[in-house]
């Protein structure tokens, strides 16, 4: 059986906020190495953005940015409960955490088109 | 929750051994308002006098009689049989996670107050008695502060639902912080820089990721977590003043 | 984590949580009817602002990610001790060299 310490939602939050952060390490290099292929010019550049538009690679993308959006509304969480003595006793702080992230998600999706 | 019918029958899986070893079945009756204590009372008494369990009080008063019951870690004492299963019929008893078994379900507590000692967690008088009897406030947010931890009994719960504790053995967890918290705030204690020192150490307060699972099953309703937020501020505070 | 590396982590943080905000923001502005290699240069090309507030990213990212890594590894896996630590250094100086890089990259191009 799961343990009880595992089915509460600071320990999913936490994991969330934890697996989001690995990803986004492991991103950040390829972003990097993507943005830089300018330096052969705008076509350099240019072929490497017509990747991200095969199917995979675009879901990955939304994937990054959902975990972007996470990442951050989670950590601003830890933050607040860390500095302004936030007490977070009911479900409403991670509820707002997700809705925004939600709505992140869908604006991007959106406008990928 | 109903107290059960007559001829109603509870399947209890009770650990057995020490870090190896394997569950024991039991099977006993149900009976109304009974706590899991008296559950595993039953079991030693009447099913298998080799089983090695602890408790003192069974008023809720000791910590003695922590123990993880289908797993979450819980006051025997105090927990009802309904309260962990309703109107089912089984139930699974280990020892408290995070500490080294002693035997069956009763675990050594040595590493947990030691590191008590570690984080600090008692009060320091200071080289001289004080002249005169210390002004302590009640309202002030100090005391508050101290006061919404001071009740902790160390029972060991919190300690074995941290799931630091469980990934760093070096952690202090949430007991000793908790404590070394409330003597933080404490002021008559002369300990100062040094409790922050103790406290901050390379698996001190900074290691929390605000999991709270403490906060969330302490039987007495102390949130360690924001005693350790409490402590993690105190330690930058500290940090930024003397760039240490 | 020692209350410093605590300390780079959390201020690190802070800065991202803005920066996060504002790079969010104008991706999602800037995807709208697709995206192309015209449209970034543009908006990048010789923009000190642009130049500045992406090495500040870079910086706070470079310091922010190894150390979070740090904790996890330590946590999740058997490394730890000093190799650990040189492994995430030398983490952050290639965050730090491949970002440096990707900015200079867009800034100039």
Redesign the interface.
Known sequence: ?????HK????VA?MIH?LS??A??VF??I?????????N??????SF?AVTRQPLVAFLEVAI?VA??LH?TL??R??A???F?F??KTLVPLSVCLAAVFA?GI??IL??? | MTGAAAGVMLEVEVWRGGETGHFQPFVLARRAHQTVLDVVTEIQREHDATLSYRFACRVGMCGSCAMVVNGRPRWTCRTRVSEVIGDGHRLRLEPLRNFAIVKDLAVEMTQFFDKWRQAQGYFEPGPQPQADFAVVRPATPQRRAADAGIECIGCGVCYSACDVVAWDEDYLGPAALNRAWTLVNDVRDRAGEARLAAVSASSGCQACHTHMSCTQFCPKAIEPTYAIAGLKRAVLRRVLRSGS | MSALLFLAQRATAVVLALAVAVHLGTILYAVRDGLTAADILARTHGNLWFLMFYGLFVVAVAIHAPIGLRNVMREWTRWRGPMLDIALALLALLLLGLGARAVFAVFTA
Do not use: C, K, T, Y
């Open positions: 059986m799961m343990r009880a310490s509460q939602r600071g320990f936490a934890r952060g690995i986004l390490a950040l290099p972003h990097f190495l993507a943005l830089a292929s300018a330096l010019g705008a076509a350099a550049l240019d953005l940015v972007l959006a951050m950590g601003l830890v933050l409960i860390e500095f003595d007490r977070e992140v604006i991007f406008n990928l088109g």
